[in-house]
């Protein structure tokens, strides 16, 4: 069930929102398997054990009208820290397993003046 869920989440956003550890996991249809699919850097052939690699938007450039998770980090029960102690922010996939970490709302994303 879970794995169609991410399904139809992918098929049906424009922007998704996730409370997650930051962390890899093989499960189909958990949070990391929905995150990584809807960015882009996970497919079918993909899904292994590779840690997730977080990389900040200052060295790469951003790509405007990607797909955009907003990631809030949140601890897995039982664990002490979400992924590093990391703040909100925005995610854009950049590779396999590669997402760019961007702290504020990409221009692209934000409404021309007077259109809010």
């Given at each position: 069930?879970?794995?169609?869920?991410?399904?139809?989440?992918?098929?049906?956003?424009?922007?998704?929102?996730?409370l997650?550890?930051?962390?890899?996991?093989?499960?189909?249809?958990?949070?990391?398997?929905?995150?990584?699919?809807?960015?882009?850097?996970?497919?079918?052939?993909?899904?292994?054990?590779?840690?997730?690699?977080?990389?900040?938007?200052?060295?790469?450039?951003?790509?405007?009208?990607?797909?955009?998770?907003?990631?809030?980090?949140?601890?897995?029960?039982g664990?002490?820290?979400?992924?590093?102690?990391?703040?909100?922010?925005?995610?854009?996939?950049?590779?396999?397993?590669?997402?760019q970490?961007?702290?504020?709302?990409?221009?692209?994303?934000?409404?021309?003046?007077?259109?809010?």
């Amino acid at each position: 069930m879970y794995a169609n869920l991410t399904d139809t989440l992918i098929r049906r956003s424009s922007l998704l929102l996730a409370l997650w550890d930051g962390r890899r996991s093989q499960l189909s249809g958990g949070t990391a398997d929905t995150v990584l699919r809807y960015l882009g850097v996970r497919t079918d052939e993909s899904v292994g054990i590779e840690p997730v690699e977080f990389v900040d938007a200052r060295r790469r450039g951003s790509r405007a009208c990607a797909r955009l998770v907003y990631w809030t980090p949140a601890a897995r029960n039982g664990v002490a820290s979400a992924s590093d102690s990391r703040i909100a922010c925005f995610l854009l996939g950049v590779g396999e397993n590669v997402l760019q970490v961007q702290q504020t709302m990409p221009s692209w994303l934000k409404a021309p003046a007077g259109r809010a």
